[in-house]
């Protein structure tokens, strides 16, 4: 069993900054294929971004140029770099593996972006 603990999150103007990360327990995370998702009230949890075992990435479209995700495995855990943030990129951001697995949400941390 994994336990994902999101942290970094918080309230940023338009056009500013946040560095998310995820902190895995258990020895398997080297081996997950792992990625940031975010969901808003009343719609289904997205997928923001993913990162291979050995690094290689993925954003959704809207992601792209701006976020940066990245993974320290001696650390056991996942960063998301997001900047030119925006009003809309306001929810909360989670960490699972991809395609995620039940028994991993974590609480998630809340990112609002707002003038």
């Known amino acids: 069993q994994v336990q994902l603990v999101e942290s970094g999150g918080g309230l940023v103007q338009p056009g500013g900054s946040l560095r998310l990360s995820c902190a895995a327990s258990?020895?398997?995370?080297?081996?997950?294929?792992m990625a940031w998702y975010r969901q808003v009230p009343g719609r289904e949890r997205d997928l923001v971004a993913a990162?291979?075992?050995?690094?290689?990435?993925y954003y959704a479209g809207a992601m792209k140029g701006r976020f940066t995700i990245s993974r320290d495995n001696a650390e056991n855990t996942v960063y998301l770099q997001m900047n030119s943030l925006q009003p809309e990129d306001t929810a909360v951001y989670y960490c699972?593996?991809?395609?995620?697995?039940?028994?991993?949400w974590g609480q998630g941390t809340q990112v609002t972006v707002s003038a």
């Open positions: 990162i291979t075992q050995g690094g290689s990435t």
């Open positions: 258990g020895s398997i995370f080297k081996s997950l294929r």
């Open positions: 699972n593996a991809q395609p995620p697995r039940l028994g991993y």
